[in-house]
Structures are given as structure tokens and as C-alpha cells.
């Protein structure tokens, strides 16, 4: 069964920096890919940033420039470094995995930008 478990929210002030952490387990062969999702009071749930297991990346626009995401494959990690936070990043900020087409969810973990 697989679980993500994501850790490393909390609150900021406007400008600073945090650390998303995403711990994948119960797939013996990794995923295709792992990523992180956002999704603010009100709105639908967005793309922030996916990291495939050869290494390519795709980063939202909202966030290019100051978000980095990496993954240690052998591990089943993935990590979000978040900086020059903004209020407008204030949302729960989901784990993905993805599997032969299936994705996987973690339980979302809180991040708050105080202006």
C-alpha cells in the first residue's frame, strides 16, 4: 500500500523560506514521478512542481525562480525549497506520486505566508 507522508509546513513571514519533505512509501520500484500540488481557500487544486525519476522538472510559472524541487529516488523522497515566500503562497501543499499512471496523495500539510 502506498503512503506519502509530507512534512516541513508551517508559518512564514512574507519573504522567508521553508522546506517541504515528502516520504513515499510501499512501491518496491519507485515512481515516474513526484511532485508537489497546491491548493488555496476557494480554488482548485494546482500544479506547483513535478520532478521525473531521470531528473527533468516542470515548475509553475507562479513560483519559477524561487521554488527548487529535488528527489532522491533511491529513497522515495522528494523535497520543496520554498523562498522569497509571498502571502499568495498561503495554501495546503499536497505530495504527489505517480506510478504507471496512477497517482498517489499525500494528507497535505498547511503552509501560511503573513504579509
Known amino acids: 500500500q502506498v503512503q506519502l507522508v509530507e512534512s516541513g509546513g508551517g508559518l512564514v513571514q512574507a519573504g522567508g523560506s521553508l522546506r517541504l519533505s515528502c516520504a513515499a512509501s510501499g512501491s518496491r520500484f519507485g515512481f515516474n514521478a513526484m511532485g508537489w500540488y497546491r491548493q488555496a481557500p476557494g480554488k482548485q487544486r494546482e500544479l506547483v512542481a513535478v520532478?521525473?525519476?531521470?531528473?527533468?522538472?516542470n515548475i509553475a510559472d507562479s513560483v519559477k525562480g524561487r521554488f527548487t524541487i529535488s528527489r532522491d529516488n533511491a529513497k522515495n523522497m522528494a523535497w520543496l525549497q520554498m523562498n522569497s515566500l509571498k502571502p499568495e503562497d498561503t495554501a495546503v501543499y499536497y505530495c504527489n506520486a505517480r506510478k504507471f499512471g496512477i497517482d498517489y496523495w499525500g494528507q497535505g500539510t498547511q503552509v501560511t505566508v503573513s504579509s
Open positions: 520532478i521525473i525519476s531521470g531528473g527533468s522538472t
